[in-house]
């Protein structure tokens, strides 16, 4: 097959990086891709959001199969446009991905079947969400409906910085807002991978993903800061719990409103006193829990993908090895705020990568055969291996001998569930 992956970020190159292993794919491109990419699959330097170019290019290296990889694209309905262009694409339809680009619609979906989410009231106006603050009692969670890089949700601990946080979103000169007032949880938080066809279900396992900057999940949110696989703290039976009362009634629920969700559904739960609480949505794979999915799924990704197109998935395996997987996130130091760009990474390629040692690139560039940082998430160094201790060990390893003088990473990443 020739299959094509759209993104450019570590998420993109580790689904690159996997679907390369199946005997099934003979040709790999990634648009726009990245130099670190091109390592394992050929990065088309078009411009994705021109549907035509891309059109263009599947008919011209006749490809089988379309990935997307990042949310953007799927708001605007690139599913849809390449599939009504005959592409075989997954990812799910601009309706279905309402689930993560609106924020009121996937706690409208939850409501419709009363599943477990904190408690929420919408606003559209500041005065309304002013008058509501009389009444409530901190913390809250504030959060605007649209997809917001991350940066949509801010927990307020007083009515200060709830007044703070209402004049930033609701602007005299700004668009139309909505926002969401939430009831605060307290738990652990996990991410789970789902992939549907619109009727079944099958688990692509759990992650825990590292949001905050600093150790102890301390310091400004950011996109991740690294993750692991298999999260401890989503059993089982909670996993379970979650697919049958959350992830399967949302399904159901979206094939009843005529928009069936096929694709990679990502549920964020809180698991407080032993519940799953869903706290949101996302209709792709995360980054970088994607990473150590890959890691563990290997060529297997693209049989399932397969299987969900062809409506199969009910028959679909995946084979789980007894093993673990986690990601070392390096940013550019000063990353969530303003960081340099071109600095070069001397000992990257002193790095010898194996099966189970992965440097999956986020956001490099490559000059005369060295490495330079492009992004403020810059290098996922990713590991597998029989326990979490060992997997800790083996990245961490690899990260200090990188030993990058602009990069900066958690020094905690999978404490957490070595702790569980
Ligand atoms: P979201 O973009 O909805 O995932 O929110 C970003 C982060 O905010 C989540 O990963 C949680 O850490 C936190 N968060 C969101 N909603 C809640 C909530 N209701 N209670 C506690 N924390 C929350
Ligand atoms: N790592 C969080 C996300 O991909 O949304």
């Given at each position: 097959m020739n299959i094509l992956v759209i993104g450019n970020g570590g998420r993109e190159h580790s689904i690159c990086w996997a679907i390369s292993q199946n005997p099934k794919c003979e040709n790999i491109y990634c648009a726009p891709g990245s130099d670190g990419i091109?390592?394992?699959?050929?990065s088309i330097n078009i411009d994705i959001s021109n549907i035509t170019l891309i059109i263009e290019f599947c008919k011209k290296k006749c490809v089988d199969l379309v990935v997307i990889g990042p949310e953007g694209p799927l708001e605007k309905g690139l599913s849809d446009q390449l599939s009504s262009a005959n592409i075989q694409t997954f990812g799910p339809s601009r309706n279905a991905s309402k689930l993560e680009s609106s924020k009121v619609f996937a706690k409208k979906v939850c409501k419709s079947?009363?599943?477990?989410?904190?408690?929420?009231e919408e606003f559209d106006n500041i005065e309304s969400a002013k008058k509501f603050l009389n009444s409530t009692t901190y913390p809250i969670v504030i959060k605007r409906d649209g997809l917001a890089s991350g940066k949509g949700v801010t927990i307020v601990e007083n009515e200060k910085k709830a007044i703070k946080t209402l004049n930033s979103i609701f602007k005299p000169d700004s668009k139309k807002e909505k926002i969401l007032i939430e009831e605060h949880l307290t738990g652990e938080e996990v991410s789970l991978f789902i992939i549907s066809d619109g009727v079944d279900c099958l688990s692509l396992g759990s992650a825990q993903d590292h949001k905050r900057l600093l150790d102890n999940d301390e310091g400004p949110n950011t996109g991740g800061m690294g993750a692991y696989s298999p999260a401890p703290v989503l059993t089982k039976e909670i996993e379970?719990?979650?697919?049958?009362?959350?992830?399967?009634?949302t399904i159901n629920e979206m094939e009843k409103r005529g928009t069936p969700f096929k694709g990679i559904l990502y549920a964020g739960l809180m698991i407080c006193d032993g519940l799953p609480y869903l706290i949101e949505y996302n209709v792709r794979f995360g980054d970088p829990e994607c990473q150590v999915l890959m890691m563990r799924l290997g060529g297997q990704i693209l049989d399932v993908i397969l299987d969900c197109l062809n409506g199969n998935l009910k028959n679909s395996r995946v084979n789980w090895a007894n093993d673990h997987a986690l990601t070392v996130v390096i940013t550019s130091k000063g990353y969530p705020n303003e960081y340099n760009r071109g600095s070069?990474?001397?000992?990257?390629?002193?790095i010898k990568e194996?099966?189970?040692?992965?440097?999956?690139?986020?956001?490099?560039?490559?000059?005369?055969?060295?490495?330079?940082?492009?992004?403020?998430?810059?290098?996922?160094?990713?590991t597998r291996g029989e326990n979490l201790k060992e997997v800790q060990r083996l990245a961490y390893r690899a990260?200090?001998?990188?030993?990058?003088?602009?990069?900066?990473?958690?020094?905690?990443?999978g404490d957490k569930g070595i702790k569980n």
């Open positions: 091109s390592e394992v699959a050929e079947f009363n599943g477990l989410t904190a408690r929420y379970e719990k979650a697919i049958l009362d959350i992830v399967k009634p070069v990474i001397p000992n990257l390629s002193k194996h099966t189970n040692l992965k440097i999956f690139h986020a956001g490099t560039k490559k000059r005369s055969g060295l490495y330079y940082s492009n992004g403020g998430r810059v290098l996922n160094v990713t990260v200090s001998k990188i030993n990058w003088e602009d990069g900066f990473y958690r020094q905690d990443i």
